[in-house]
Every structure is written in C-alpha cells, then in structure tokens.
C-alpha cells in the first residue's frame, strides 16, 4: 500500500490581527476521502503534533460538501486528526508522496519551518510527488531543487490568486501574494476565473488553485502513484 503524508499547518492566528485562521478543512477532506477511498495509506502531520487548528471560515455552513460532512460524522478521521505527528519526527523515507492543505495558516509557520522545506526538498530531490493546495503553494517559497535554484523556477505551477486574495479582502494582512511569489522565484504560473476548479502537474509537482481544485490536486496525485 502506497503512503502519502499530509502536512498540515499549526498556526492559528492570522498574523496580529486577532483574527483566527488555521487550514482550510474542504482542503483537507476532499484529497483526504479521495486517496483514501482509492486505497492509500495517509498519514498526517504538523509543526506542533496533536490537532491542527480548522480555519472557523471554513466550517461555515455555505463552505460545506459531501467530503467535509461526511469528515463532521467520521469519528476515526476525526481522531487521526487530532493526534497529528511532529513534523520533525517524520522521515521522508516513509512515504511515496507529500501533499499539504492550505488555508491561511500555512503563511505563518509552514512557510518559514525548516523541517517542512527539507522534507519537500527530499521528495522533490527523490522525484517523489509533492501536491499543495489554495495557499498552500506558498509553502514553496523557500524550497530549492538539486541545482540550488527554487524548486518552482521554470515549472507550470497555480495557487490562491491576487484577486480571489482581494475578494476574501486579505490582501494587506497576508505576508506576500501567493501568485507574485510564486511569479518572482519563476514558477510558470497559470490560473483560471475565481473559484473555479484548477489544478496543474507539471513532472512530479502538482498545485491547485483554491479550496474547489482540492479533488483534482488529489486524483492528479492517485494518477502519479498507480
């Protein structure tokens, strides 16, 4: 059985806002169900272990679908959930594939963990997949390939776009823009109108839009490990 770790953001202020964030959980069930209803072994991580905190946009009742009510009465999921692994005491030797979730959370410690940028630098170095979702691109800021360059330079990548940035009306709380960031270290950077489903591969890297491009990331993902 194939597996794949998840890796999931701990931090649950946005900035110093006052604001709560955390990930996004559409983000997370949907790859979550997918991969695991195709028969993969998941298992999932944060910086700080234990349960990662759920963005409250996200549990509002128009954010819901069928992956994340089915997670509200999945008593086992819900369990795995709260009892993450330390990021820093997972080995990518363990696992054929990385994905993260976003949510905004990611942008305040996932970007920055030097843990989680070697585990992405040692799948990428060992052209295992490594798939992201909505903000969590932005993850790949500080990832370099085997050439000293950043990971995303010359690859087709998406992410959380400067306008639907604009429309959730975050643009001036956030760190950086997703998009220009992604722009900046040369990623070939593509997208589609505001929330619509998107997702693009390019070799054994795969990144998706917003939190409806979530499914696809996953069955991009499925599609490189059969």
Known sequence: MKKILFVITSNDKMGDTGHRTGFWIEEFAAPFYKLKDAGFD????????GQPPI????ETEDAQTKATERFGMDKEAKTLLANTHKLSEVNEADYDAVFYPGGHGVLWDLVEDK???????????????????CHAPAVLKHPKNKDGEPLVKGKKVTGFTNQEEAAVQLTEVVPFLLEDMLIENGGVYSKIDDWQAYAVEDGNLITGQNPGSSEKVAELLAKQLN
Do not use: M
């Open 42 to 49: 998941i298992t999932l991580a944060s910086p700080k272990g």
């Open 115 to 133: 843990t989680s940028i070697q585990l992405i630098e040692n799948f990428n170095a060992n052209k295992k997949p490594v798939a992201f979702v």
């Open 55 to 58: 963005d409250p946009n996200s």
